[in-house]
């Protein structure tokens, strides 16, 4: 079970994170969701 007051504690998530695979999960994020942008526009 997931305690999600973990969440919005940055210091307590890296210390849980030992092998860093939330930083390398979340890192993709924003570089996809910005190159998907000028794609939907041309959707419309």
Do not use: F, K, T, Y
Not at 12 to 41: F, H, I, T
């Amino acid at each position: 079970m997931l305690d999600e007051s973990l969440l919005d504690d940055p210091e307590a998530l890296a210390r849980g994170d030992r092998r860093g695979l939330l930083r390398g999960a979340a890192e993709p994020g924003p570089p996809v969701r910005l190159a998907g942008r000028p794609a939907a526009g041309d959707l419309g």
